[in-house]
């Protein structure tokens, strides 16, 4: 944490690694609870190959750090001496609550829950340069390597549109580093939603309304450093844009 405060970069992971999922994500609500801010929602993310049955981990993104697009990029801060990376995802609105004491959806009761699509960039960083080479226990202990969320603009029609087949894009400094379909992942976006709505029921956390699902990473996970401009395409027409900068 101390790290975090002072934005500064750590060259080994401070502490023992979790030896399991379950005992990263005690440490992730420990930090949760120590660092004190408010969560605007949580990131969803790949774990290739799948660790104690699990194919994806969950993480926090604070409030704070969640910024809306807009006619100039923001400027999205990131540990300059620690690892720094940006993500084209579509973003989940929560509209509806998931009920308190249900474990288990079908995608089709986690898509009840959905207000609202928007595309968008996930940032992810760490003060560790080498969180995402330690393994998932690691990236799940420090908030799920999330750092913001920049929100683009809504999909008005998501419901009757397969968002899973448009083509995304994600481009650093003009430089396309990264093209896919979200068909592509796992069980797509939605699939994203029903793990997270299990995984944090498993947990006893209780999501509200109005709290963002950061769907994982379209393109892949791409680096970036300071001074970096982002761009992620979708289906071509839509853009969401982001400069980097340092954190302070």
Request: aromatic share 6%; hydrophobic share 45%.
């Amino acid at each position: 944490m101390a790290a975090r405060r002072e934005a500064r970069g750590l060259g080994s992971y401070p502490g023992t690694i979790p030896p399991t999922l379950d005992a990263a994500y005690r440490v992730q609500d420990a930090a949760i609870a120590l660092d004190g801010s408010t969560i605007g929602g949580w990131k969803v993310g790949k774990i290739d190959p799948p660790v104690d049955g699990a194919n994806r981990l969950a993480g926090p993104i604070f409030t704070h750090l969640i910024t809306a697009d807009g006619d100039t990029p923001v400027a999205m801060p990131v540990f300059a001496e620690g690892f720094a990376a940006a993500e084209a995802e579509f973003l989940l609105r929560i509209g509806t609550p998931p009920p308190p004491g249900k474990t288990q959806f079908t995608t089709e009761e986690a898509i009840a829950h959905i207000d609202a699509v928007h595309l968008g960039i996930e940032i992810a960083s760490s003060p560790l340069g080498a969180i995402n080479d330690l393994g998932p226990a690691v990236t799940i202990s420090d908030f799920g390597n999330n750092c913001g969320l920049v929100v683009g603009a809504a999909i008005p029609d998501w419901r009757e549109t397969d968002i899973a087949a448009w083509p995304v894009a994600l481009l650093v400094n003009g430089q396309q580093v990264g093209a896919a379909r979200a068909a592509a992942m796992l069980d797509g976006p939605f699939g994203a939603a029903r793990f997270l709505f299990e995984s944090l029921a498993g947990r006893g956390i209780a999501l509200t309304r109005g709290q963002w699902i950061s769907s994982g990473a379209v393109t892949g996970v791409h680096a970036v450093t300071i001074g970096d401009t982002v761009e992620a395409h979708f289906n071509d027409n839509h853009v969401v844009r982001c400069t980097i900068r340092a954190a302070s």
